[in-house]
């Protein structure tokens, strides 16, 4: 009569052969949450980026068109000017809080640097995902 099938020895072997395979794969899916939190960042770093890009542009036109963000402060960390200019973000000097949440950091100051001029702003989320912006003064 022959015997069917697979010897305990062999199963063992597969096992350990698959955990082996586990063990070397898991690490480069467990930094996910990193990744997502940096990429989040840096899509509204870009927004940030493309919004003061745009407004400049209107501001040349016409100084009555676009957005007049205030020049003497610290752009990187005007609020208020930024929830305007990108809507559905909520901006923050503060700790960030929630998944649509950003803390604006630097040291942008428009009003020495001029018109046309572009500064660096940090961007942080929640999940401490950084990313910069460039931002062109108005």
Same mark, same amino acid.
């Given at each position: 009569?022959?015997?069917? @099938?697979? !010897?305990?020895?062999?199963?063992?072997?597969?096992?350990?052969?698959?955990?082996?395979?586990?063990?070397?794969?898991?690490?480069?899916?467990?930094?996910?949450?990193?990744?997502? %939190?940096? #990429?989040?960042?840096?899509?509204?770093?870009g %927004?940030?980026?493309? #919004?003061?890009?745009?407004?400049?542009?209107?501001?040349?036109?016409?100084?009555?068109? @676009?957005?007049?963000?205030?020049?003497?402060?610290?752009?990187?960390?005007?609020? !208020?000017?930024?929830g305007?200019?990108?809507? @559905?973000?909520?901006?923050?000097?503060?700790?960030?809080?929630?998944?649509?949440?950003?803390?604006?950091?630097?040291?942008?100051?428009?009003?020495?640097? @001029?018109?046309?001029?572009?500064?660096?702003?940090?961007?942080?989320?929640?999940?401490a995902?950084?990313?910069? %912006?460039?931002?062109?003064?108005?």
């Open positions: 009569m022959k015997n069917k @099938g697979f !010897t305990l020895i062999e199963l063992v072997v597969v096992i350990v052969i698959l955990g082996i395979l586990a063990a070397t794969a898991l690490p480069k899916f467990v930094d996910f949450k990193s990744d997502a %939190a940096t #990429a989040a960042a840096s899509g509204v770093a %927004a940030m980026s493309s #919004a003061s890009a745009m407004n400049y542009a209107k501001r040349q036109i016409s100084s009555s068109a @676009g957005y007049a963000l205030s020049p003497t402060s610290n752009v990187c960390t005007d609020t !208020t000017d930024w305007t200019l990108v809507p @559905g973000i909520t901006f923050t000097t503060s700790t960030p809080s929630g998944n649509s949440s950003y803390q604006l950091t630097g040291t942008g100051n428009c009003a020495s640097s @001029g018109s046309g001029a572009v500064v660096s702003c940090t961007v942080t989320n929640a999940n995902g950084t990313a910069t %912006a460039q931002v062109t003064c108005p």
